[in-house]
């Protein structure tokens, strides 16, 4: 296993479930990275720190509930979507 390798699968972890709180401190403390959906019911960004690799905090927001996913950086806003969908069934 590659180096790379080795960050993203022990710096990668799953949907959970955050407060509103959270979601809007994450959105102010650095400019957001691939934000989508700024408006809508179904929001997804990154903050543009990465936390190891490439591996960053993404944060999402989906009809009124928030989740932060600790993933690759190339994940995309229905990706974001879907794993957010998977915690709330």
Known sequence: MSAAEMENEF???PAR??????????????PPC???GHGTNQESFHVSEF??????SWFVQLNG???QIDDV?????RELIARASAVQS
């Open 11 to 13: 710096g990668a972890k």
């Open 17 to 30: 479930e955050i407060d509103a709180q959270r979601f809007d401190d994450m959105l102010g403390v650095l």
């Open 34 to 36: 691939k934000w989508y």
């Open 51 to 56: 936390l190891s690799g490439n591996i960053v």
């Open 65 to 67: 509930r928030y989740f």
């Open 73 to 77: 950086c190339t994940l995309t806003h």
